[in-house]
């Protein structure tokens, strides 16, 4: 309410007054638009996270995932998309520098492998390969020649077990003790 004097009170009083039922309602009113444009605000804004998580976070992490998994399986030419300069688009870069470096060592190791063979396989000595557990990596053709077993035979019943399990003078050798478990180890 609002009252004042008109003509220093000669003319009567002004008096203003609004309805306490009216500004109620007024400001009724105007919570509920308020609250529903906050609700409408946080669903579209939740949506747009949503989405922009989905195109820009969560489907780059699903492609470098997808790509890891063919690489570890053999397939050296799976890369990811890069789209952009964030620090999702240099993990996808470093990840197909990587996928190149390996397939380029896979190379290498390949030629290597084929120049070994193609290097022993005219030896008229016998060689083998073996790694850490013991498994026959490598093996010419007068190595099975000599030792009168295939590389599958070799590595199934142990080669420790058919060529090295005794000494020279006849005693047991164990493994411990076997000079070529020394070279491997």
């Not at 008229?124 to 073996?130: D, N, S």
């Not at 790694?131 to 026959?136: E, L, P, V, Y």
């Not at 076997?178 to 491997?184: E, I, L, R, S």
Request: aromatic letters at 8%; charged letters at 20%; one cysteine or more.
């Amino acid at each position: 309410e609002f009252i004042m004097p008109l003509l220093k009170g000669g003319a009567g009083t002004l008096y203003l007054g609004i309805s306490q039922a009216s500004v109620d309602r007024d400001i009724k009113e105007i919570i509920v638009v308020i609250v529903v444009a906050i609700v409408a605000l946080f669903l579209a804004g939740s949506g747009v996270t949503i989405l922009f998580g989905s195109l820009f976070v969560t489907k780059p992490i699903h492609q470098l995932s997808i790509a890891a998994q063919a690489l570890e399986s053999g397939d050296m030419c799976a890369r990811v998309p890069v789209h952009s300069n964030d620090e999702l688009g240099q993990l996808a870069r470093t990840f197909n520098n990587m996928a190149e470096a390996r397939m380029q060592f896979e190379e290498a190791l390949s030629a290597g492998e084929r120049k070994l063979w193609n290097i022993t396989s005219h030896l008229a000595e016998g060689i083998y390969v073996l790694d850490r557990q013991w498994k026959i990596t490598f093996m010419n053709p007068e190595a099975e020649r000599l030792l009168g077993w295939t590389v599958e035979e070799l590595n199934k019943k142990g080669i420790h077990d058919l060529i090295h399990y005794r000494k020279a003078d006849g005693p047991p050798l164990t493994l411990e003790v076997c000079d070529m478990h020394t070279v491997v180890m």
